[in-house]
Protein backbone atom coordinates (compact mmCIF):
# COMPACT_ATOMS: atom_id res chain seq x y z
CA UNK A 1 0.00 0.00 0.00
CA UNK A 2 1.31 3.01 -0.78
CA UNK A 3 0.74 6.58 -3.43
CA UNK A 4 3.39 5.81 -5.99
CA UNK A 5 3.69 2.04 -6.88
CA UNK A 6 3.50 1.88 -10.57
CA UNK A 7 5.69 0.01 -12.77
CA UNK A 8 5.87 1.37 -15.73
CA UNK A 9 6.12 -0.68 -18.99
CA UNK A 10 9.95 -0.49 -21.11
CA UNK A 11 9.71 1.37 -24.18
CA UNK A 12 7.94 -0.12 -26.61
CA UNK A 13 5.88 -2.26 -24.98
CA UNK A 14 2.18 -2.48 -26.54
CA UNK A 15 -0.65 -1.11 -24.37
CA UNK A 16 -2.25 -3.86 -22.23
CA UNK A 17 1.02 -6.22 -21.79
CA UNK A 18 0.75 -7.36 -18.35
CA UNK A 19 4.42 -6.85 -16.79
CA UNK A 20 5.60 -9.92 -14.41
CA UNK A 21 5.40 -8.50 -10.80
CA UNK A 22 9.20 -8.43 -8.76
CA UNK A 23 8.84 -11.51 -7.27
CA UNK A 24 9.06 -10.00 -3.84
CA UNK A 25 6.02 -8.11 -4.30
CA UNK A 26 3.82 -10.88 -6.60
CA UNK A 27 1.94 -13.43 -4.29
CA UNK A 28 -0.56 -16.67 -5.33
CA UNK A 29 -3.91 -15.98 -6.53
CA UNK A 30 -5.95 -16.40 -3.14
CA UNK A 31 -9.62 -16.44 -4.26
CA UNK A 32 -12.68 -15.97 -1.95
CA UNK A 33 -15.94 -17.04 -4.07
CA UNK A 34 -19.55 -16.26 -2.77
CA UNK A 35 -22.14 -16.96 -4.33
CA UNK A 36 -25.82 -16.11 -3.84
CA UNK A 37 -29.54 -15.62 -4.52
CA UNK A 38 -32.28 -15.06 -2.32
CA UNK A 39 -32.76 -19.19 -1.40
CA UNK A 40 -29.17 -19.29 -0.09
CA UNK A 41 -25.68 -18.50 -0.20
CA UNK A 42 -22.77 -20.55 -1.19
CA UNK A 43 -19.12 -19.23 0.73
CA UNK A 44 -15.72 -21.09 -0.89
CA UNK A 45 -12.39 -19.46 0.08
CA UNK A 46 -9.10 -20.49 -1.61
CA UNK A 47 -10.85 -21.78 -4.88
CA UNK A 48 -8.84 -22.25 -8.36
CA UNK A 49 -10.27 -20.29 -11.19
CA UNK A 50 -11.32 -23.18 -13.28
CA UNK A 51 -13.72 -24.09 -9.86
CA UNK A 52 -15.66 -20.25 -10.30
CA UNK A 53 -16.65 -21.00 -14.30
CA UNK A 54 -19.55 -23.20 -13.40
CA UNK A 55 -20.99 -20.74 -11.08
CA UNK A 56 -21.22 -18.26 -14.03
CA UNK A 57 -24.14 -19.93 -15.82
CA UNK A 58 -26.09 -19.81 -12.96
CA UNK A 59 -28.74 -17.26 -12.80
CA UNK A 60 -27.02 -16.45 -9.30
CA UNK A 61 -24.47 -13.18 -8.35
CA UNK A 62 -21.48 -14.47 -8.03
CA UNK A 63 -18.62 -12.64 -6.10
CA UNK A 64 -15.25 -13.22 -6.64
CA UNK A 65 -12.30 -11.81 -4.12
CA UNK A 66 -9.23 -11.66 -5.17
CA UNK A 67 -6.50 -11.38 -2.25
CA UNK A 68 -2.83 -10.30 -2.30
CA UNK A 69 -0.55 -9.12 -5.02
CA UNK A 70 -1.28 -11.77 -8.14
CA UNK A 71 1.52 -12.67 -10.63
CA UNK A 72 0.93 -11.88 -14.30
CA UNK A 73 0.41 -15.72 -14.79
CA UNK A 74 -2.80 -15.81 -12.15
CA UNK A 75 -4.06 -12.83 -14.11
CA UNK A 76 -3.78 -14.31 -17.32
CA UNK A 77 -5.90 -16.91 -15.86
CA UNK A 78 -8.23 -14.36 -14.28
CA UNK A 79 -8.80 -12.83 -17.17
CA UNK A 80 -9.24 -15.86 -19.74
CA UNK A 81 -11.70 -17.36 -17.59
CA UNK A 82 -13.84 -13.91 -16.89
CA UNK A 83 -13.08 -12.42 -20.38
CA UNK A 84 -11.26 -8.88 -18.97
CA UNK A 85 -9.96 -6.69 -21.05
CA UNK A 86 -6.55 -6.79 -21.18
CA UNK A 87 -5.87 -3.12 -20.03
CA UNK A 88 -7.98 -3.37 -17.23
CA UNK A 89 -5.74 -6.65 -15.67
CA UNK A 90 -2.76 -4.04 -16.25
CA UNK A 91 -4.08 -1.17 -14.65
CA UNK A 92 -4.93 -4.34 -11.49
CA UNK A 93 -1.22 -5.04 -11.83
CA UNK A 94 0.07 -1.64 -11.75
CA UNK A 95 -1.48 -0.54 -8.77
CA UNK A 96 -0.94 3.30 -7.77
CA UNK A 97 -3.86 4.07 -10.99
CA UNK A 98 -6.07 7.35 -10.27
CA UNK A 99 -9.95 6.44 -9.21
CA UNK A 100 -11.94 6.01 -12.51
CA UNK A 101 -14.49 3.68 -14.05
CA UNK A 102 -13.86 2.33 -18.10
CA UNK A 103 -16.38 0.22 -20.02
CA UNK A 104 -15.14 -2.83 -21.65
CA UNK A 105 -17.93 -4.38 -24.10
CA UNK A 106 -20.12 -6.37 -21.43
CA UNK A 107 -18.28 -5.32 -18.85
CA UNK A 108 -17.61 -2.11 -16.32
CA UNK A 109 -14.16 -1.58 -14.22
CA UNK A 110 -13.55 0.38 -11.22
CA UNK A 111 -10.44 2.03 -9.46
CA UNK A 112 -11.22 3.18 -6.18
CA UNK A 113 -8.34 4.41 -3.34
CA UNK A 114 -9.16 2.92 -0.19
CA UNK A 115 -7.48 4.87 2.65
CA UNK A 116 -5.69 4.29 6.27
CA UNK A 117 -3.57 5.67 9.13
CA UNK A 118 -0.79 3.94 10.28
CA UNK A 119 1.71 5.44 12.63
CA UNK A 120 0.42 9.02 11.05
CA UNK A 121 1.02 8.47 7.85
CA UNK A 122 -1.97 7.82 5.01
CA UNK A 123 -1.86 4.70 3.22
CA UNK A 124 -3.59 4.39 0.33
CA UNK A 125 -4.52 1.33 -1.09
CA UNK A 126 -5.63 0.39 -4.44
CA UNK A 127 -9.20 -1.52 -4.64
CA UNK A 128 -10.20 -2.74 -8.18
CA UNK A 129 -13.72 -4.20 -9.47
CA UNK A 130 -15.05 -5.54 -12.47
CA UNK A 131 -18.97 -5.64 -12.87
CA UNK A 132 -20.88 -8.41 -14.75
CA UNK A 133 -24.11 -8.82 -15.71
CA UNK A 134 -24.18 -11.60 -12.71
CA UNK A 135 -20.63 -11.42 -11.29
CA UNK A 136 -18.20 -9.02 -9.30
CA UNK A 137 -14.83 -9.37 -8.90
CA UNK A 138 -12.96 -7.41 -6.44
CA UNK A 139 -9.40 -6.99 -5.89
CA UNK A 140 -7.92 -5.82 -2.47
CA UNK A 141 -4.00 -6.00 -2.03
CA UNK A 142 -4.70 -5.97 2.01
CA UNK A 143 -6.96 -9.28 2.17
CA UNK A 144 -10.43 -9.72 2.84
CA UNK A 145 -10.79 -8.35 6.16
CA UNK A 146 -12.54 -4.87 4.84
CA UNK A 147 -15.18 -6.76 3.40
CA UNK A 148 -16.76 -8.99 5.71
CA UNK A 149 -19.54 -6.77 6.97
CA UNK A 150 -20.91 -7.71 3.47
CA UNK A 151 -20.40 -10.81 3.62
CA UNK A 152 -22.71 -10.43 7.32
CA UNK A 153 -25.36 -8.52 5.48
CA UNK A 154 -25.01 -11.25 2.56
CA UNK A 155 -25.42 -13.99 4.91
CA UNK A 156 -28.65 -13.05 6.78
CA UNK A 157 -32.06 -14.30 5.80
CA UNK A 158 -34.43 -11.48 3.59
CA UNK A 159 -31.03 -8.99 3.22
CA UNK A 160 -31.58 -6.77 0.50
CA UNK A 161 -28.52 -7.97 -0.80
CA UNK A 162 -29.73 -11.24 -1.59
CA UNK A 163 -32.32 -10.05 -3.51
CA UNK A 164 -30.94 -8.01 -5.69
CA UNK A 165 -28.23 -8.26 -8.57
CA UNK A 166 -24.77 -7.63 -9.10
CA UNK A 167 -24.36 -4.49 -9.55
CA UNK A 168 -26.08 -3.61 -6.35
CA UNK A 169 -23.06 -5.88 -4.59
CA UNK A 170 -21.02 -3.07 -6.56
CA UNK A 171 -22.55 -0.22 -4.84
CA UNK A 172 -22.77 -1.84 -1.49
CA UNK A 173 -18.80 -2.84 -2.41
CA UNK A 174 -17.87 0.85 -3.27
CA UNK A 175 -20.21 2.47 -0.31
CA UNK A 176 -17.71 0.57 2.52
CA UNK A 177 -14.79 2.08 0.69
CA UNK A 178 -15.66 5.63 0.71
CA UNK A 179 -17.19 5.58 4.32
CA UNK A 180 -13.39 4.34 4.76
CA UNK A 181 -12.30 7.82 4.64
CA UNK A 182 -14.61 9.15 7.59
CA UNK A 183 -12.11 6.97 10.24
CA UNK A 184 -9.15 8.11 8.82
CA UNK A 185 -10.52 11.86 8.74
CA UNK A 186 -11.70 11.42 12.25
CA UNK A 187 -8.18 10.13 13.13
CA UNK A 188 -6.83 13.47 11.74
CA UNK A 189 -9.49 15.58 13.54
CA UNK A 190 -8.18 14.44 16.61
CA UNK A 191 -4.93 14.76 15.93
CA UNK A 192 -5.47 18.58 14.58
CA UNK A 193 -7.34 19.08 18.13
CA UNK A 194 -4.56 17.81 20.33
CA UNK A 195 -1.80 20.13 17.94
CA UNK A 196 -4.25 23.08 18.49
CA UNK A 197 -3.89 22.53 22.37
CA UNK A 198 0.34 22.44 21.98
CA UNK A 199 0.18 25.49 20.10
CA UNK A 200 -1.92 27.16 22.57
CA UNK A 201 0.40 25.90 25.77
CA UNK A 202 3.74 24.75 24.98
CA UNK A 203 4.42 24.85 20.96
CA UNK A 204 8.06 23.37 19.69
CA UNK A 205 9.84 22.69 16.65
CA UNK A 206 8.79 19.15 16.83
CA UNK A 207 4.83 20.99 16.84
CA UNK A 208 5.56 22.70 13.41
CA UNK A 209 6.85 19.14 11.91
CA UNK A 210 4.10 17.65 13.24
CA UNK A 211 1.62 20.16 11.82
CA UNK A 212 3.58 20.13 8.19
CA UNK A 213 3.35 16.05 7.94
CA UNK A 214 -0.72 16.21 9.08
CA UNK A 215 -1.32 18.84 5.74
CA UNK A 216 1.00 17.16 3.56
CA UNK A 217 -0.64 13.53 4.14
CA UNK A 218 -4.02 15.51 3.79
CA UNK A 219 -2.75 17.08 0.01
CA UNK A 220 -2.30 13.35 -0.88
CA UNK A 221 -5.24 12.33 0.45
CA UNK A 222 -7.19 14.88 -1.68
CA UNK A 223 -5.05 13.64 -4.54
CA UNK A 224 -6.14 10.19 -4.35
CA UNK A 225 -9.97 10.87 -3.22
CA UNK A 226 -11.13 13.77 -5.45
CA UNK A 227 -11.46 11.25 -8.11
CA UNK A 228 -13.42 9.70 -6.76
CA UNK A 229 -16.38 11.60 -6.57
CA UNK A 230 -16.16 11.90 -10.59
CA UNK A 231 -16.22 7.77 -10.52
CA UNK A 232 -19.76 8.21 -8.47
CA UNK A 233 -21.01 10.62 -11.14
CA UNK A 234 -20.44 8.97 -13.80
CA UNK A 235 -22.28 5.91 -13.18
CA UNK A 236 -25.33 8.22 -11.75
CA UNK A 237 -25.39 9.40 -15.67
CA UNK A 238 -27.67 6.34 -16.24
CA UNK A 239 -25.36 5.48 -19.40
CA UNK A 240 -23.90 2.27 -18.05
CA UNK A 241 -26.41 -0.76 -18.93
CA UNK A 242 -25.15 -2.77 -16.06
CA UNK A 243 -26.20 -0.40 -13.50
CA UNK A 244 -30.26 -0.70 -13.22
CA UNK A 245 -32.48 2.77 -12.33
CA UNK A 246 -33.41 1.28 -8.69
CA UNK A 247 -29.96 0.93 -8.72
CA UNK A 248 -28.62 4.91 -9.06
CA UNK A 249 -30.75 5.84 -5.95
CA UNK A 250 -28.58 3.93 -3.59
CA UNK A 251 -25.63 5.40 -5.66
CA UNK A 252 -27.02 9.02 -5.12
CA UNK A 253 -25.98 8.17 -1.44
CA UNK A 254 -22.49 6.88 -2.39
CA UNK A 255 -22.16 10.58 -4.15
CA UNK A 256 -23.56 12.49 -1.16
CA UNK A 257 -20.70 10.46 0.89
CA UNK A 258 -17.97 11.49 -1.21
CA UNK A 259 -18.87 15.27 -0.76
CA UNK A 260 -19.29 14.75 2.92
CA UNK A 261 -15.73 13.21 2.68
CA UNK A 262 -14.25 15.99 0.73
CA UNK A 263 -15.83 18.92 2.84
CA UNK A 264 -14.02 17.00 5.63
CA UNK A 265 -10.92 16.97 4.08
CA UNK A 266 -11.54 20.81 2.94
CA UNK A 267 -11.70 21.71 6.96
CA UNK A 268 -9.27 19.94 7.98
CA UNK A 269 -6.77 21.45 5.33
CA UNK A 270 -7.82 24.71 6.54
CA UNK A 271 -7.64 24.11 9.93
CA UNK A 272 -4.14 23.34 9.73
CA UNK A 273 -3.06 26.48 7.39
CA UNK A 274 -4.41 28.59 10.22
CA UNK A 275 -2.65 26.41 12.84
CA UNK A 276 0.42 27.33 10.90
CA UNK A 277 0.00 30.92 10.75
CA UNK A 278 -1.08 30.96 14.35
CA UNK A 279 2.02 28.46 15.33
CA UNK A 280 3.99 31.62 13.89
CA UNK A 281 2.41 33.96 15.77
CA UNK A 282 2.57 32.61 19.06
CA UNK A 283 6.39 32.34 18.21
CA UNK A 284 6.21 35.70 17.17
CA UNK A 285 4.71 36.61 20.09
CA UNK A 286 7.19 34.81 22.50
CA UNK A 287 9.83 36.27 20.84
CA UNK A 288 8.50 39.51 21.34
CA UNK A 289 7.77 39.42 24.84
CA UNK A 290 11.50 38.30 25.62
CA UNK A 291 12.90 41.10 23.76
CA UNK A 292 10.83 43.20 25.48
CA UNK A 293 11.56 41.68 28.92
CA UNK A 294 15.70 42.33 27.82
CA UNK A 295 14.72 45.78 26.67
CA UNK A 296 13.29 46.83 29.90
CA UNK A 297 16.38 45.16 31.66
CA UNK A 298 18.84 46.33 29.21
CA UNK A 299 17.06 50.00 29.32
CA UNK A 300 17.20 49.83 33.60
CA UNK A 301 20.86 49.06 33.28
CA UNK A 302 21.80 51.85 31.42
CA UNK A 303 21.17 54.65 33.88
CA UNK A 304 22.48 52.37 36.34
CA UNK A 305 26.01 51.65 34.29
CA UNK A 306 26.26 55.38 33.51
CA UNK A 307 26.84 56.40 37.06
CA UNK A 308 28.56 53.74 37.72
CA UNK A 309 31.16 54.90 35.06
CA UNK A 310 31.04 58.20 36.16
CA UNK A 311 32.44 57.08 39.46
CA UNK A 312 34.95 54.44 37.81
CA UNK A 313 36.98 57.34 36.42
CA UNK A 314 40.53 57.24 37.77
CA UNK A 315 40.82 61.00 38.80
CA UNK A 316 42.97 62.23 41.68
CA UNK A 317 40.84 63.78 44.10
CA UNK A 318 43.87 65.62 45.86
CA UNK A 319 44.17 67.52 42.60
CA UNK A 320 41.82 69.42 42.79
CA UNK A 321 38.23 70.10 44.46
CA UNK A 322 36.01 69.34 41.82
CA UNK A 323 37.63 66.25 41.38
CA UNK A 324 35.37 63.68 42.78
CA UNK A 325 34.57 65.20 46.01
CA UNK A 326 31.98 62.26 46.66
CA UNK A 327 34.75 60.04 46.78
CA UNK A 328 35.94 60.97 50.55
CA UNK A 329 32.57 61.05 51.62
CA UNK A 330 31.72 58.75 54.60
CA UNK A 331 28.31 57.73 53.27
CA UNK A 332 29.09 58.23 49.54
CA UNK A 333 29.28 54.51 48.43
CA UNK A 334 25.80 54.06 50.13
CA UNK A 335 24.76 57.28 48.46
CA UNK A 336 25.34 56.16 45.20
CA UNK A 337 23.68 52.97 45.97
CA UNK A 338 21.10 54.39 47.10
CA UNK A 339 21.03 56.41 44.22
CA UNK A 340 20.77 53.43 41.64
CA UNK A 341 18.22 52.16 43.94
CA UNK A 342 15.85 54.92 43.19
CA UNK A 343 16.15 54.95 39.37
CA UNK A 344 15.55 51.28 39.12
CA UNK A 345 12.39 51.73 41.07
CA UNK A 346 11.22 54.54 39.43
CA UNK A 347 11.64 53.21 35.85
CA UNK A 348 10.12 49.78 36.83
CA UNK A 349 6.65 52.17 38.30
CA UNK A 350 6.78 54.24 35.01
CA UNK A 351 6.70 51.22 32.46
CA UNK A 352 4.26 49.06 34.42
CA UNK A 353 2.40 52.29 34.35
CA UNK A 354 2.62 52.69 30.83
CA UNK A 355 1.81 49.29 31.02
CA UNK A 356 5.38 48.21 28.58
CA UNK A 357 5.89 45.03 31.34
Known amino acids: ?64 HV ?76 GFASFQEIVKRLNETGSRLRSRGADFLLYSLLDMVIDQGFPVLESFGMELEELEEQILTSATDDTLEKIHTVKRELILLRRMLWPQREVINQLLRGDEALVREDTLIYLRDCYDHTIQVMD ?40 LTFIVGIYGMNFDRNAGPWNMPELGWPYGYLLVWLTMIAVAVFMLLFFRRRKWI
Not at 270 to 279: E, N, P, R, V
Not at 282 to 293: D, G
Open 67 to 142: RGRPTEAGMRELGAAFCLHSLALEDVLNTGQRPKVEPFDDQLFLVMCMPEVASGLVLVEQVSFFLGNNFVISFCEG
Open 1 to 64: MAFFTKRYHPPGTSPGTLIEAPASEASPLRLQLIDYDESGITIRDNVKVADCTPFLKKDSVTWL
Open 264 to 303: LLETYRDMTASMLDIHLSSVNNHTNQVMRLLTVIATIFIP
